[in-house]
């Protein structure tokens, strides 16, 4: 199972699963709603307990942070992350980045009149999916997922199968 980050959905995995399908998994994107990590955690949640067996987690940045507290259901197996932050403690994504120089992306990054985030055109072509082609780098600037701005605020409290302790 994966779960995608910060202004993206399922789809951001497009190139992935048709690898991981081809080596016999089977594959399932979670299409979180990036409108509160909880509501995250749920969909992902739901997304585990709608399949049989032992589930393997793969959260990408924001993702991470989701697949840090939805990986403590016992069918999880193995949790692999690709994610901005450690496991450690109560923390949020803002907590962490904190201490350092701001992103190339915060630049870019615009407020919606109901609280959430954007990015724009040039955060998504220069700092967000460079590495894309144009015509990809278009499409996701067209289909991006708003995310609530308070998904980088919201706290990690549980960490793989026990809960986190506060000040750790």
Not at 84 to 106: D, I, N, Q, Y
């Amino acid at each position: 199972m994966i779960v995608h980050g910060a202004w993206a959905d399922g789809s951001s995995w497009s190139k992935v699963i048709p690898l991981l399908q081809a080596k016999g998994l089977h594959v399932v994107a979670v299409q979180n709603p990036l409108t509160s990590l909880a509501d995250d955690v749920a969909a992902t949640r739901r997304a585990i307990a709608s399949l049989d067996g032992p589930v393997v987690l793969v959260g990408h940045s924001y993702g991470g942070v989701v697949i840090t507290e939805a990986g403590n259901d016992p069918k999880v197996v193995r949790v692999g992350l690709c994610r901005c932050a450690s496991a450690v403690g109560w923390w949020s994504v803002a907590s962490v980045t904190k201490p350092f120089p701001p992103a190339p992306l915060g630049s870019e990054v615009r407020r919606m009149l109901d609280g959430f985030l954007t990015v724009s055109p040039k955060g998504i072509a220069e700092d967000f999916a460079q590495d894309l082609s144009d015509t990809e780098k278009q499409i996701l600037a067209a289909t991006q997922t708003p995310t609530a701005s308070g998904v980088f605020g919201a706290t990690v409290q549980v960490q793989r199968g026990r809960p986190s302790h506060r000040g750790a």
